[in-house]
């Protein structure tokens, strides 16, 4: 089981703090959020995503017991 959760804008959007899933890698954890709130795949493939601390790509694998964290990308100027 992997602890994922929403930060920013996504969590404000979604409503949702997180959630835990039975998931390998990114990109089933996006699909896994895709499927519990109201984000779409299209807007978590452009957030910044940290497992366990640090930067990871789309197709990164995920090992049991660790914390995704989705973070929308920031604007401004």
């Given at each position: 089981?992997?602890?994922?959760?929403?930060?920013?804008?996504?969590?404000?959007?979604?409503?949702?703090?997180?959630?835990?899933?039975?998931?390998?890698?990114?990109?089933?954890?996006?699909?896994?959020?895709?499927?519990?709130?109201?984000?779409?795949?299209?807007?978590?493939?452009?957030?910044?995503?940290?497992?366990?601390?640090?930067?990871?790509?789309f197709?990164?694998?995920i090992?049991d017991?660790?914390?995704?964290?989705?973070?929308?990308?920031?604007?401004?100027?």
């Amino acid at each position: 089981m992997v602890t994922i959760k929403l930060f920013g804008s996504l969590r404000l959007k979604s409503g949702c703090k997180g959630l835990e899933a039975d998931v390998s890698t990114v990109k089933e954890a996006c699909q896994a959020l895709a499927d519990s709130t109201t984000l779409q795949m299209k807007e978590l493939k452009n957030c910044v995503v940290m497992v366990n601390g640090k930067q990871s790509k789309f197709s990164s694998k995920i090992e049991d017991g660790s914390e995704v964290v989705f973070l929308a990308p920031a604007g401004g100027g």
